[in-house]
């Protein structure tokens, strides 16, 4: 365009913005904004993947012994709705060595809870009421898995018993023992007598994990035997098995004044309120320990058969019925 007033002036162009620059400027800006995104969502999505690869591997590899960590090793999955919680898993744990007992006064007071355990006779004669020591029942020092091990105990208190029927410690535990498979007394809780055996059993439970089940706790449950447990071939099976050591008589064998092995009946033997009382106990106790030294030989019906025999006998009451 020529501006007429001024002849002299050059044309110049009149500058129109015209729609297709919208449309470039728009593609442009995608492909800029695609340029950047698609790398960063490459990223992200190898990011994420790695972290997924990362925990399903954790979750794939072993949890450290429950012994050196004192948790199960079994994973907690909660159970769906309506289904029933699984039933517990029992965790194995091995007890300190003997020779590890502490120096000290705190190993002192180990050793004597031990000395206790071993011979109640003369560590605690005062509170026992019959022949028997705490080991009787409690093999190898309390060591021993399915024999009522201590250390499988002592992490499961406080607990409630249907026995009396009430939250039971630790210490309400022991006294029981003394009660009813000692038929004796129990220790004042705040005597040198307890405190010495609640130490003991803590030594025993060192790094065991508290309020879980520890296999080898208690007696071993049986499945019922082929026919009900026989008192008179049971007697047989004591005869044969269980007299040499016994006596014929089930007195037991005592030595210079002091019990060998224990009597299974009568005035000098546990009362009727003992957990070895009951034929399962005993049956329990029996298969996995007796004969000492050859666990495991007798059948399950000779088990059951000799511990209905066992107690078919007259023993001292239980102090909870006297009178009654």
Excluded at 9 to 23: D, E, K
Excluded at 77 to 88: F, H, I, K, R, Y
Excluded at 294 to 300: A, K
Aim: aromatic fraction near 8%.
């Amino acid at each position: 365009m020529v501006d007429k007033s001024n002849p002299g002036a050059h044309p110049t162009r009149t500058r129109r913005f015209h729609p297709g620059w919208i449309v470039l400027v728009v593609v442009a800006t995608l492909v800029v904004a695609g340029l950047i995104w698609l790398p960063a969502s490459m990223v992200s999505k190898t990011d994420q993947a790695a972290e997924t690869h990362l925990r399903n591997e954790d979750a794939a590899k072993p949890s450290p012994s429950a012994a050196a960590t004192g948790e199960s090793s079994q994973a907690i999955e909660l159970p769906a709705e309506g289904q029933a919680a699984p039933a517990p898993v029992a965790v194995k744990f091995t007890p300190p060595d003997p020779d590890s007992i502490p120096a000290g006064e705190m190993g002192d007071m180990i050793r004597l809870g031990q000395n206790i355990f071993n011979d109640t006779q003369s560590y605690a004669r005062g509170y026992v009421g019959n022949k028997l020591n705490c080991v009787n029942c409690h093999l190898d020092s309390g060591r021993k898995a399915d024999s009522a091990p201590l250390w499988a105990s002592y992490g499961m208190y406080p607990a409630y018993r249907d026995k009396n029927k009430k939250v039971n410690s630790y210490v309400d535990r022991l006294s029981g023992c003394f009660q009813f498979s000692m038929n004796g007394k129990a220790p004042a809780p705040d005597s040198k007598e307890m405190l010495a055996l609640v130490s003991y059993s803590a030594w025993l439970a060192t790094g065991a994990p508290v309020g879980l089940e520890l296999e080898g706790r208690g007696y071993l449950a049986l499945d019922k035997p082929a026919q009900s447990p026989d008192k008179l071939r049971g007697q047989k099976v004591y005869e044969a098995n269980c007299a040499i050591c016994h006596g014929a008589d089930g007195n037991g064998t005592q030595v210079g004044g002091r019990t060998v092995f224990p009597p299974l009946w009568g005035p000098q033997s546990f009362n009727g309120g003992a957990g070895m009382s009951k034929i399962h106990n005993a049956a329990g106790f029996i298969k996995e320990n007796m004969p000492l030294g050859q666990g495991g030989s007798l059948s399950l019906q000779d088990a059951w058969d000799v511990a209905e025999f066992m107690n078919s006998h007259e023993r001292p009451a239980d102090p909870r019925k006297k009178g009654k």
